[in-house]
């Protein structure tokens, strides 16, 4: 509590009696010194009750337009308070905004004596990428002698999402497709709430089991089967090895991945499905987490996605002024695998049957290297280990290495998991321009062809992951090369 200039003038004006009361021995000044002292004591335990009886009935909030914005982006912010009486005292609000973001103008309100509401709205911009958390609000009580201030615990949280690409296309040569997974059905019958089958009654059946208003309709017991509910598991790859940094800044391969892996796991979260996450760099495996559900596994792979940058440079393409850095997992120094213990022994044995056997141990020992070697072949025999048979395998990546790329496909075929792939041209990420649009398209139409082998695997769907303009620009240039080979 603070006295205002209005108090220090009554105080002085008391001081100055006291002052002439002793000079010119008058007993009437000393009680008019005493009468303003009693009246500014009995003001200032009103003032003191008043805050009390305010702070008891004040509900303040402040209320941002969106939890969640992207990066630059501006959303009205409201500062409200309500009291459950109209205010005996004037009170002012000042918001709390962080200071990773900046206000048009001051968020601030005033409540006037003898009203009970107020509110006041400003445009917040969010310019910085985070996680931001607003300061509690400043509320000054006043009577005119004296003033208080103290905080409002308000401090709701707006989280800054990277600025990602504008139009991404998923699909499949131009024409693009939704990746949600819908609806899986079990193919198994039991207790559930989709229904299934109606078939006639056989002994062994549960009462609880027939359809009574088939049964009516159709003169014979009848039971009805119903979808038992499930949930698939699916696993996200998402690959941010250097090669990913291609594209203009803010428009990367990773940048057109990672919006399409947060709508997988948008979709995941919505039908409640178990969600697990393995990010690949070059040195391997950067982040694991195994298939779960809840909130807080949602927004941790969540936040892991939106944290992503291209292992060895800064997250534009060029290297990091840090040499030696690393962000693979830490674990134990690599040691020999069984095959090559093996391999170690038969070769120093002179035993014909060893000597029979070597080709076969050499040759499951160079495909135990080239796990080693391919950081993305090796996380996805990682995410394969013991998985669930039911599990939807999603890989995201580019297509700079055909070879390994069909090589990982037909590893997780092998384990049973039905794969999408998710692929970003190399050809529309390219930094120098469109350059020739014959030899752009020609290049597109190769990665469209690799793409289509891919997707006539067996349980392997393969889209492509693409800039909208780029992608139109280019298909507009192959179409146009077929109309003049027509004419």
Partial sequence: MRPTRQ??????????LAVLAAVFARPLLLAATALLGAWILVRQLLFV????????????????????????????????????AP??????????????????????????????????TTAVSWPVAGRHRFDPVSVTASDGLFTATMPAESRPSVTVEPRGPHTVHVGRGGDEVSIAQGEHEAGQRGPGLEPAELREYVPGD???????????????????????????PTMLIVDHRGGLAAGPPGESKLAYLREVALAVAANARELDDPLGLIAVGDEGITTRI??????????????????????????????????????????????PTRPRTALSALENSRDAFARTLE???????????????????????????????????????????????????????????????????????ATDGVGDPDRVADSYLEFEELRRDLDRMDAVTAFEVAPQERLSAVLETTRSRSRGAIR
């Fill in 206 to 232: 549960s009462a609880d089991e027939i359809d009574w208003k088939a049964t009516a309709r159709l003169n014979t017991l009848h039971v009805r089967e119903y979808e038992t509910e499930t949930h698939r």
């Fill in 49 to 84: 009750r008043g805050v009390a009886d305010t702070v008891d009935s004040l509900t303040v909030r402040q209320l941002p337009a969106a939890n969640t914005v992207r990066a630059n982006a501006e959303i009205p912010v409201t500062l409200e308070a309500t009291l459950d």
């Fill in 87 to 120: 205010a005996r005292l004037l009170l002012s609000f000042e918001g709390g905004v962080p200071t990773g973001a900046s206000a048009a103008a001051p968020l601030s309100t005033v409540l006037e004596p003898g009203t009970a509401t107020t509110r006041e």
């Fill in 7 to 16: 108090i220090w003038a009554v105080g002085a004006i008391a001081g100055a």
């Fill in 359 to 429: 080709p076969y141990y050499a040759a499951r020992t160079r495909y135990d290297v080239r796990f080693d070697s391919e950081p993305l072949l090796g996380a996805v025999r990682t995410a394969l280990g013991g998985q669930d048979s039911r599990q939807w395998t999603v890989i995201c990546t580019d297509d700079s290495d055909p070879e390994t790329l069909y090589e990982t496909v037909r590893f997780a075929r092998a384990r049973g998991s039905e794969v999408l792939l998710l692929l970003t041209p190399s050809v529309l990420f």
């Fill in 290 to 335: 195994t298939p779960t559900t809840g909130p807080a596994a949602y927004l941790s792979i969540r936040r892991r996605l939106l944290d992503l940058e291209p292992t060895g440079t800064d997250g534009d393409g060029t290297p990091p002024e840090t040499a030696g850095r690393s962000h693979s997992i830490p674990g134990p120094a690599p040691s």
